[in-house]
């Protein structure tokens, strides 16, 4: 009973109504310039090429908690193209996803001259994935007809599209994860082959001296749960002699809620993250940290949700661009 109780409990943590989230999930990584982890039209967007790996790790204290690890890389190749690879693993008890994606992007420069960014994007992903629920360590006194005890394990291949513009400061994305609708079958009737995701996002960079400050907003929406949640981030940069340093907060809220019910009432409660971050960046190399909190009456632990990102900016020779865009320059 416990496995199935670790199982239940995580997922609610994570403020999903649905079974499992399929792919990478969208956590508060791409705040560390990262947003071609969610975004294909972002693979290739500057000059040269970026390489992010990011490690997650929910409640320490708890054995089997929710992680994740990434690793993608993305380079610009002739004037118009952009390829690049996601790897990822996540865990989460006894359910685990690993899985490749491959991407292409073409960037159409929309006028101005090469150094004025003002360049409309569109990316495609395609890749593997397997899916893989651990049931060996499952103990019942009464034989489960649905538990089978061995090490089940599906694999199937989906599809993300993309769109970019960026336009000097300003710059806006939106994206369609899992497009085929396809998924795993682990788990029978229970699941929906309906995965799609739907993300959108937008913002500026304020300020030309030293200091900058970027708000944004990210909103996404899961089509057969119709869960949606928005992100509202604000992010300041420093530039010093060595590179820059930067940090920000994020504020992650649900939009719509799950019931509960104590000895006393019934009440209903959003989803409600708040995740600051901190990065510096030297030369070309990056380091950023995030911790995500999670509010409201209801959580499964009080520890929060710490994220490391490392990054390597390669292949840039000079400012490609004349803006202040950290997202394209470097």
Wanted: glycine fraction near 10%; aromatic fraction near 14%.
């Amino acid at each position: 009973m416990k496995h199935y109780l670790l199982i239940l409990l995580s997922f609610i943590a994570l403020g999903s109504k649905s079974y499992a989230q399929e792919g990478v999930p969208v956590y508060f990584d791409y705040l560390s310039d990262n947003y071609y982890l969610v975004y294909p039209s972002m693979a290739g967007i500057g000059e040269g090429g970026k390489i992010r790996a990011t490690v997650r790790k929910q409640w320490f204290n708890v054995d089997e908690a929710p992680n994740l690890q990434t690793l993608n890389a993305h380079l610009r190749v002739g004037e118009r193209s952009g390829i690049g690879a996601i790897f990822y693993n996540d865990a989460n008890g006894y359910h685990s996803q690993t899985g490749l994606k491959l991407s292409y992007a073409h960037h159409l420069q929309l006028g101005g001259d090469f150094r004025s960014l003002n360049q409309l994007s569109f990316g495609l992903s395609a890749g593997m994935q397997q899916s893989t629920l651990d049931e060996t360590g499952f103990v019942s006194v009464i034989p489960d007809p649905l538990v089978t005890g061995s090490r089940n394990s599906v694999s199937y291949f989906n599809m993300d599209l993309g769109m970019s513009y960026n336009f000097l400061e300003f710059y806006t994305h939106v994206a369609v994860h899992n497009l085929l609708g396809r998924g795993r079958d682990l788990y029978s009737a229970v699941e929906s082959t309906n995965l799609r995701k739907y993300l959108i996002s937008a913002g500026y960079v304020f300020g030309k001296g030293d200091w900058q400050l970027e708000p944004s907003l990210l909103f996404q929406h899961t089509e057969f749960t119709k869960e949606s949640a928005i992100d509202v981030n604000l992010k300041a940069y420093k530039a010093v002699g060595f590179g820059t340093v930067w940090g920000g907060i994020s504020y992650r809220r649900s939009l719509d809620g799950a019931e509960y019910q104590t000895a006393t009432a019934t009440g209903e409660q959003r989803l409600q993250l708040i995740t600051p971050i901190v990065g510096v960046n030297y030369n070309n190399f990056m380091v950023s940290y995030n911790y995500s909190y999670q509010m409201g009456d209801l959580r499964f632990n009080d520890g929060g949700f710490h994220q490391i990102t490392l990054g390597y900016d390669f292949g840039q020779k000079e400012k490609r661009y004349d803006c202040k865009c950290p997202a394209v320059n470097y």
